[in-house]
């Protein structure tokens, strides 16, 4: 157990945590997102981070130490002061430098010094972040030399200062999951999931969120995750289900030096806007036309502002949802907007046994909103959990209706399938489904039947439903007597001609 890290609410993989960072005396909540500072270029003054919502920046040692004066003086004053920031202050050691220029002047043990001299709050190794696409025998050696670094930082002796430990393994799943339980056995505080820039850059959600779900299945459940490097809000809902608590924004700066403004949709850029989709104080306040006339400076700080604000709102929308359990819904809002939200939230679709173990039992209302709702982690855990009822000898499975002909009566419904009646009222059996279901949810039902019937072989089972497709009858084994309640006919299942 990391005494350091609480986890409060939970929502699928997502999580409300509490960060206790003892070196800058507070607790941060997560999910949170840490502005990146560059101290040679300073876009919103750190002093006003609190204004948005920021309770933790990051900025690099690497740069300071690089540079004479910043370094004179973060040794001389400390961080806080030279940034003038009084919350919690992370920093990178010159590993993105390392990934950029091949090669930095500086190793672990020095770095490590370094940032605890200048008063940093949660420091880092200097980590081979290995990226996307490389051979596997690179990303093998490296993932190892990145292991030996982090051993090395353990004998370190940095206070109170909490010491990252990047994960590693580039898009290797099983890399990524032995470099998290690695890392999961250090004495180390914090774990951030580097080197997944390139593939967010690249808008592949899909890939980066098997490296999570990879890396996580090698992480503890009590392990603060930081996907390092996520910086826009479009992707910040399918990250925390994934379970991610911290990300960190270079975004909100670098897309406003090129007149971008972020939304939780996507990018617009400032010249293409009539109107502002926002009603933050800078949306409120101006029109589009108004900051397009702007000098170069004051349209940047305007636009890097939106983009702190939509960010930091998006986060509350975020946490929201995890203490409602709707998150998941909030996830498919975002994946429905944008086709590589989608190959992300499906990814994490795919690995919904994973996240099924973490999901809470019982939450908000389940709301079907799509055919990827019939893969969510609730619709698989009632599948598995079948296996724990006995039945009797005869068994209606009806949509609506009783018929005291058989020993009992079980409801089905798409997409979750067979359940106890006496379940109707608990979650998810309340779930609200559109009244014109999809392929997905009949076939998700007609998969539930299938395995309670390969569950139960000594039950005889007759199956009710409403005007089901062919297509998803087809799961229902051919024992199973069928009847349409809206046509009233009555066949054994059509399965059982081709058996
Ligand atoms: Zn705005």
Redo the contacts with the bound molecule.
């Keep these: 157990m990391r005494d350091h890290f609480e986890v409060r609410a939970q929502d699928a993989g997502g999580r409300i945590g509490d960060l206790t960072v003892p070196r800058a005396g507070v607790t941060v909540e997560t999910p949170t997102l840490m502005p990146v500072v560059n101290p040679n270029i300073i876009t919103v003054d750190p002093a006003r981070f609190r204004e948005f919502g920021a309770e933790i920046l990051i900025t690099n040692s690497y740069i300071i130490k690089n540079d004479a004066d910043l370094r004179e003086r973060a040794l001389d004053e400390g961080l806080h002061e030279m940034l003038d920031f009084d919350g919690a202050i992370m920093t990178d050691s010159g590993s993105f430098q390392l990934a950029e220029y091949g090669e930095i002047d500086t190793d672990t043990e020095e770095i490590l010094d370094f940032q605890h001299a200048i008063g940093s709050d949660i420091g880092t190794p200097v980590d081979i972040p290995t990226p996307p696409d490389v051979p596997r025998e690179r990303a093998e050696e490296e993932l190892e030399e990145t292991q030996r670094r982090l051993e090395l930082a353990e004998t370190v002796d940095t206070g109170e200062m909490l010491v990252n430990a990047p994960v590693q393994g580039s898009t290797y799943p099983d890399l990524r999951e032995r470099a998290g339980r690695h890392a999961e056995n250090t004495s180390l505080d914090v774990f951030p999931i580097g080197a997944v820039v390139p593939l967010m850059n690249d808008y592949r959600y899909g890939e980066m969120a098997d490296v999570v779900a990879a890396a996580k299945r090698g992480l503890g459940r009590d392990a603060p995750v930081h996907l390092f490097g996520a910086g826009h809000p479009m992707m910040f809902a399918l990250a925390a289900a994934l379970g991610c608590d911290l990300f960190d924004s270079a975004a909100y700066a670098l897309y406003a030096r090129d007149g971008r403004y972020l939304t939780v949709h996507g990018t617009e850029h400032l010249d293409s806007l009539q109107y ?1 989709p ?1 009603g ?1 104080p ?2 409120a306040d101006h029109t589009p036309d108004e900051v397009q006339r702007m000098p170069d400076a004051a349209q940047e700080e305007l636009l890097a502002e ?1 983009n702190l ?2 960010s930091f709102t998006e986060l509350r929308r975020v946490k929201q949802a995890i203490r409602q359990g709707s998150l998941l819904e909030l996830v498919e809002a975002r994946a429905h907007a944008h086709p590589r939200v989608l190959d992300g939230y499906r990814a994490f679709l795919d690995h919904a046994d994973q996240y099924e173990a973490s999901d809470p039992v019982s939450k908000d209302t389940f709301y079907y909103t799509s055919p990827e709702s019939a893969r969510r982690p609730e619709v698989v855990r009632h599948r598995e959990r079948l296996e724990r009822f006995s039945l009797p000898d005869t068994v209606l499975l009806a949509e609506s209706g009783t018929d005291d002909d058989f020993d009992e009566t079980w409801r089905v419904r798409p997409p979750l399938g067979p359940y106890p009646r006496e379940l109707a009222t608990s979650y998810p059996f309340t779930a609200e489904v559109p009244e014109r279901m999809d392929d997905a949810g009949y076939e998700s039902a007609a998969k539930g039947v299938s395995r309670l019937v390969a569950l139960n072989p000594d039950t005889e089972f007759t199956l009710a439903h409403r005007d089901w497709p062919a297509r998803a009858l087809d799961y229902v084994p051919p024992r199973v007597e069928l009847v349409n309640l809206e046509t009233g006919h009555t066949t054994d299942s059509g399965a059982e001609d081709d058996a």
């Design positions: 502002f926002c933050c800078v949306c939106h604000h939509v």
